[in-house]
């Protein structure tokens, strides 16, 4: 027991991942906090034990294990946090890290110092780290307990549905309207309009979606209802949101109705569904697990190892692109696609399907053609540039997954809309003015307008309207196809107050909610 200081080691090695735990507390699930931790605490001991082999001392091995996993797992926050060196290049921080182990184990060994001292005072550096963390992780997770998701609506029973339809609910993070793209960022979309007006959609002219931010969007659409309607004031906390993300009403009210729930997610938030009855997503790290992987040392020198960057050209024989983020994200996004196309060949009765594509949204990896675009290649290119880019290439692929789609029997019911408009740059106004010759108040309307498209076969159509937004998306369709009786909400769309990025404003005068900008920080 009087040894219990030299494990601070095994604390340094779950500093990072509880910390980033606290952090996206709202988008991380338990279970992925359950795999991480005692992974990393399984590493702590690897280190310890080949330094205990290289000195036979705990005290010795203590530190020399202490000051390698903090090089090692803090990597990022170390060399390239807004504060620190961020100029480095990362084959010089990997040098100068490996440098500072090697002298620290040099000076380790030779000292015939005590070194019981020092080691204690690790203990309490790691040790109130840790627990000041747990401290905010309960509070967190009461404050979780303490706020519930708004209760469910009540429907109206009306038994087995003739004709049940598939239902495709699919939502391309970021994608701004037709009129956004041609009269500001100079992209016609016109022939993707035009090819789903032959196709039978119908596509508003006006449409916007009823807030800036996918955080906010999502939960409305996914509930049919604003998100401030339970709470009267506000934005819930994220971690309602996150909660209204999985555990939607579209998904109850289908269910009810026998259909399957198919989940296709992009990141952090909806990712994974535990509520669906069936995820497709590439899984070879979660999104948290991605991001414990990325602050730390191992990230670059994966890369290194498999061919990327200049010394990696010379040095790289390993085949690790599964742990590159961005080439993760352009094989996500095609298989996505893929089996999305597929689902219309599948017997296994009526399914609800909802796809979250982050695309055109960043990370910007695809060229016009769906080439793998690398981060120094995007790097050189303007965010208009790349957005367009990727505008380009989804558009194109949304004409060939229609085709795909349309062939369910009978004809399905298909949405495709975008979550959000452009996220033009309000906090720089020089680059606004300078690359969109805009101003912050011309361009936060803007971030509202999005491309809206709506196949809603027998006579559905006539009851849609130039400028639906998403809350009243499945209101329509539940009341044409199911029997309900939901009213229309006012069609309200909330951005950023140019004043205080934490705040929204309607920008429709006369709105009945959030006539005044409220706080929305908790959701940031």
Do not use: C
């Not at 380790?108 to 780290?129: E, M, Q, R, W």
């Not at 004709?163 to 793209?181: F, G, H, N």
């Not at 899984?283 to 190892?305: G, K, R």
């Amino acid at each position: 027991m009087r040894k219990l200081y030299l494990l601070h080691p095994f604390l340094f090695a779950l500093a990072p991942a509880i910390f980033l735990w606290n952090y996206n507390f709202s988008e991380v699930f338990f279970w992925e906090a359950l795999i991480t931790l005692p992974i990393l605490i399984a590493f702590g001991g690897l280190v310890f034990g080949a330094f205990w082999l290289f000195y036979r001392d705990y005290n010795k091995t203590a530190i020399a294990t202490s000051v390698s996993l903090v090089l090692a797992l803090f990597y990022q926050y170390i060399f390239f946090s807004p504060l620190t060196f961020q100029f480095m290049r990362h084959r010089w921080a990997l040098l100068f890290s490996a440098t500072i182990v090697a002298a620290v184990a040099y000076a380790v060994k030779k000292t015939k110092n005590d070194l019981s001292i020092l080691n204690k005072i690790l203990a309490v550096v790691s040790g109130a780290f840790i627990l000041l963390s747990l401290v905010q992780l309960a509070w967190n997770s009461y404050s979780n307990l303490a706020h519930r998701a708004p209760a469910k609506f009540e429907t109206v029973a009306i038994g087995a549905i003739k004709e049940p339809r598939d239902i495709y609910y699919i939502v391309l993070d970021e994608y701004t309207s037709p009129d956004v793209l041609k009269d500001v960022l100079g992209f016609s979309d016109d022939h993707l309009v035009d090819f789903l007006k032959k196709k039978g959609f119908y596509v508003p002219k006006q449409s916007r979606s009823n807030y800036p931010t996918t955080y906010l969007s999502l939960p409305s659409s996914l509930n049919v209802r604003y998100v401030d309607e339970y709470t009267g004031d506000g934005a819930p906390p994220r971690r309602i949101l996150t909660e209204m993300t999985q555990n939607h009403f579209l998904k109850d009210f289908l269910h009810s109705y026998g259909y399957r729930y198919i989940h296709f997610g992009a990141a952090w938030t909806d990712h994974f569904n535990p509520y669906a009855d069936e995820n497709i997503n590439i899984d070879y790290l979660s999104p948290y697990q991605e991001m414990v992987w990325n602050v730390s040392a191992f990230a670059p020198v994966a890369m290194i190892l498999s061919g990327h960057g200049p010394v990696g050209e010379k040095l790289g024989f390993l085949n690790l692109d599964s742990l590159d983020f961005r080439l993760t994200e352009w094989k996500r996004i095609r298989l996505q696609l893929q089996e999305l196309a597929k689902i219309p060949k599948r017997s296994e009765g009526r399914v609800f399907v909802f796809a979250h594509l982050l695309i055109p949204h960043e990370p910007y990896v695809f060229d016009a053609d769906g080439n793998f675009v690398t981060k120094e290649e995007a790097d050189s290119r303007s965010q208009k540039e790349n957005y367009l880019a990727q505008v380009a290439y989804i558009s194109k692929e949304v004409e060939k997954l229609v085709v795909q789609l349309q062939k369910s029997e009978p004809e399905p019911i298909i949405i495709i809309q975008g979550d959000h408009g452009h996220k033009f740059p309000l906090s720089n106004p020089e680059l606004l003015k300078s690359e969109y010759g805009l101003t912050p108040e011309q361009a936060a309307p803007l971030i509202t307008r999005i491309f809206n498209a709506y196949y809603l076969p027998d006579g559905g159509s006539s009851l849609l309207y130039d400028t639906i937004t998403p809350v009243n998306s499945f209101r329509i369709v539940f009341n044409k196809y199911f029997g309900q009786k939901f009213k229309l909400l006012k069609d309200i769309s909330y951005t950023f107050d140019t004043r205080d990025s934490s705040r929204l404003s309607p920008i429709i005068p006369g709105a009945s909610i959030m006539q005044e900008p409220r706080d929305v920080s908790s959701i940031f």
